[in-house]
């Protein structure tokens, strides 16, 4: 193994004893000769001998490179660094602990790790404290879905520690028996088995307990292997601990990623498969983006370990700052701007990076905002290489049918470019796929594949790396991470258990419906169209169209973490924060769509509404879920009640008041183009921000999350819908008293009344609640609510009542 990997290797297993002292905490024991972590390190990895062993490693200098990491323990020298290896894991692990100062918080097996939302300061606002996460939970052990929840009352004890020991073991006994094993691939095995066990356990238990082990032994691997890069060929000591610009934080992003998806010009007539292909565009932009970063990582022979943080299209890399670096960077900025222009330009990948310091991590924000000027720049130069070059954009003579962009394959009507077709085959395949890998620019990858400049993507496991779709983290010798980008593509399968039936009976439902769109047999497997999603909707047939925006994240990330007594902006919170963000618009919004069963108890669903939302939820479509936003479609009724749903569990994830939501839903016929619908919703999405964040915008208002749910006595506009939906279909309420109301409100709203014309709609109101009272009293009595001008109910009238009128009715 290549020495630069082998202290990477050291450096991410340099704290894993802390699990081994926390779960053997108070016991004698003659396995270590004192009862540091750093000798249970060194235990770990010579009971893990035979493991090292088979990827060439020296089990008792790793044990002893990865052990002595504490400069500072002058009454313990044999845990200090003598070897250049050694203090390169040690400085890695110094520069990765800014975090840690205070004195301790108790029994280390018994203090949790605090949400690393709890440390933002946002809008004068802190995060709720006093909570903690339980590192063993009703799901299992260790990290999955509906996991990464605060309680006020955590699971953390000895024994606990003692179960999460007993997963690690066991992955890495299955990672042992690997039939084949890579050295990156026994790194990237470790880290997985180290996510899933550690991303709910306190690095440090003595100061500040609110980044995770997983977190900090990630970023320390990240910082060693560059450092060492940056050194060549065996430093000494004294020129590792002299500081310099040794480091670069390199920032991509790709521009144009929201006109380059939905600009599909054959939305309207259904071209190429617009239901397939849009998830493929969205999985495309993903994949160039990860493409871009692991091509840069593996040039300089660094792992997807220093990709620290990224996600929506952009990412950042920690490299070392050399020229081999530099030069990589000009050939990856070349190379990309090449791969843009035979794709029309549409999509701009742009590439920045600052050199800094190791002191420079006790600022990081500061770094990561000189880096952010840099990409700034870099934006005002796209294409820079054209400057040297007489290349240019070519136009086809006939553009193809369904992007407008790239040349057809064939000079017929209709035809499409190679990269539509591609699409289209891509999003076919989705539904069957729960892998994405990488492959060498030159190897036989799988078709379809997607080719970028420095790697090919397909749908298969990869030679160089794989990205597993679901939270699966078993370790099978080959490099692989976690990291669900294909979202979610509802099928004629979902179709059939949402409505009870057969094959032959949906398939003589669309076809009586004309909903059938391509000609294609309708198998179980089969995408559903746009137009087969709003006919499933309960009510009247309408696509919805939901797009969400985490509020505030780049206060979060720029000064949330400096409060008035202390600055906490240490990398390691900062890439902790990332990740949590990451984890929830990336794996918890996909299992709320494909198993809302698992969020039953969390989010007090009885057993009916349970079943209910497992047989609609699924039907929805993910155009894109990561970074801090999302884009769905589907059915409006499910959409909705699935937004309502999603964003009170990011309120229980985050437990933050000024970490927020906000977005639009809209309803669409689904001839509508997408890029119309997107405007529409990007609109909305702007309305609700202005009107003070925290809000939905939907049928011509922007409410706050808070008036949609039940406080104390008052309902909330959800259960306002619901009575006057059963109120509609047990005719005490008829649809013209509805819309009469809707009239009511929109004289009291309109502009230019004094305050007494504005109140004119009372004792209109009042004649026309007559009518319900000779029906109902009850109900009668609670719309006599909407007298009051000021009652939510009826500020937000038009959003209730039409909301329930489209529930009734079909169109």
Avoid at 772 to 784: K, S
Wanted: glycine share 8%; charged share 30%.
């Amino acid at each position: 193994m290549e020495t630069g990997l082998q202290v990477a290797l050291a450096a991410l297993i340099h704290d894993v004893g802390k699990l081994f002292s926390r779960a053997r905490w108070g016991e004698g024991d003659s396995e270590v000769p004192d009862r540091t972590h750093t000798a249970y390190t060194a235990l770990f990895v010579r009971r893990h001998a035979s493991l090292f062993r088979r990827v060439g490693l020296d089990p008792e200098a790793l044990a002893q490179t990865a052990s002595r990491h504490h400069e500072g323990w002058r009454d313990r020298p044999q845990y200090q660094p003598s070897r250049p290896e050694e203090w390169c894991v040690a400085l890695a692990d110094t520069y990765a602990s800014r975090e840690r100062e205070g004195e301790g918080g108790g029994s280390p097996p018994e203090v949790p790790l605090r949400p690393i939302f709890s440390q933002l300061r946002l809008q004068g606002q802190e995060g709720t404290g006093g909570l903690g996460y339980s590192p063993v939970h009703a799901l299992g052990e260790g990290l999955s879905p509906g996991s990464p929840y605060p309680e006020e009352r955590p699971n953390v004890r000895k024994e606990v520690y003692g179960r999460l020991l007993e997963r690690l073991e066991a992955r890495l006994a299955a990672l042992e028996k690997a039939p084949a094993l890579s050295p990156e691939g026994l790194l990237m095995g470790l880290a997985a088995a180290f996510q899933e066990v550690l991303s709910l356990v306190p690095a440090d238990t003595q100061s500040e307990a609110d980044v995770s082990l997983f977190d900090h032994l990630r970023l320390t691997a990240a910082i060693a292997h560059a450092l060492w890069r940056y050194h060549k060929d065996a430093p000494s000591p004294e020129a590792l601990r002299r500081d310099g610009e040794k480091f670069l934080l390199v920032v991509g992003d790709l521009g144009g990623i929201q006109g380059h998806i939905y600009r599909i010009a054959g939305a309207e007539t259904g071209v190429g498969g617009i239901a397939k292909r849009l998830r493929a565009r969205s999985l495309e932009v993903s994949l160039a983006a990860e493409a871009m970063a692991l091509g840069l990582l593996q040039a300089l022979g660094l792992t997807p370990l220093n990709r620290i943080m990224g996600a929506g299209g952009k990412f950042y890399l920690l490299l070392p700052n050399t020229k081999e670096a530099q030069r990589a960077l000009e050939e990856a900025r070349e190379a990309w701007g090449r791969w843009a222009l035979e794709g029309g330009a549409s999509l701009l990948p742009h590439l920045a990076a600052v050199p800094f310091k190791g002191e420079e991590f006790h600022d990081f924000p500061e770094v990561l905002k000189r880096a952010h000027r840099e990409l700034a720049l870099a934006k005002l130069r796209p294409l820079a290489f054209l400057q040297r070059t007489e290349e240019g954009v070519r136009r086809a003579l006939r553009p193809c049918a369904a992007c407008g962009l790239r040349p057809a394959q064939e000079d017929e009507p209709g035809s499409l470019c190679g990269g539509c077709a591609r699409e289209k085959e891509l999003g076919g395949l989705l539904p069957r796929r729960d892998r994405v890998g990488f492959f060498p620019k030159m190897a036989q990858a799988p078709r379809p594949f997607l080719d970028f400049p420095p790697l090919r993507v397909a749908l298969e496991p990869g030679e160089v790396h794989t990205y597993r779709a679901r939270a699966d983290f078993a370790p099978d010798g080959t490099s692989f991470e976690v990291k669900p980008l294909l979202g979610h593509l509802p099928t004629v399968e979902d179709a059939l258990r949402a409505k009870g039936w057969d094959l032959e009976t949906y398939e003589r439902w669309v076809r009586e419906e004309g909903l059938w769109e391509e000609d294609e047999e309708i198998a179980l497997e089969r995408p559903l169209t746009f137009s087969e999603l709003a006919a499933l909707s309960e009510g009247v047939p309408y696509l919805g169209g939901l797009l969400l925006d985490a509020d505030r994240m780049g206060e979060a990330f720029a000064t949330g973490f400096r409060g008035e007594t202390r600055d906490l902006s240490t990398p390691s919170r900062i890439a902790a924060l990332s990740r949590f963000l990451e984890w929830f618009f990336s794996v918890e919004v996909l299992e709320l769509l494909r198993d809302p069963a698992r969020y039953a108890g969390r989010l007090g669903w009885d057993r009916l509404e349970a079943n209910r939302k497992a047989l609609r939820y699924p039907l929805l479509y993910s155009v894109y879920s990561g970074g801090d936003d999302l884009f769905l479609l589907g059915p409006w009724d499910a959409l909705l009640d699935f937004a309502l749903d999603l964003e009170r569990l990011y309120r229980l994830y985050t437990r933050h008041p000024a970490l927020t939501l906000s977005g639009a839903f809209l309803l669409f016929a689904p001839k509508t183009p997408v890029p119309q619908m997107a405007r529409a919703l990007q609109e909305g999405e702007k309305r609700a921000k202005e009107a003070g964040r925290g809000r939905l915008f939907l049928f011509g208002q922007a409410v706050a999350w808070e008036e949609f749910r039940r406080r104390e006595e008052r309902q909330g506009l959800k259960e306002w819908q619901e009575d006057l939906r059963r109120d509609l279909e047990g005719e005490r309420v008829s649809k013209a008293q509805a819309y009469r109301w809707l009239r009511l409100w929109q004289e009291h709203m309109r502009e230019g009344l004094d305050e007494a014309e504005r109140m004119r709609y009372k004792p209109l109101l009042a004649y026309a609640l007559r009518r319900v009272r000779e029906e109902d009293a009850g109900a009668w009595e609670r719309y006599l609510r909407l007298l009051d001008h000021q009652d939510p109910a009826w500020v937000h009238l038009p959003v209730w009542v039409q909301w329930a009128l489209y529930r009734e009715r079909r169109a």
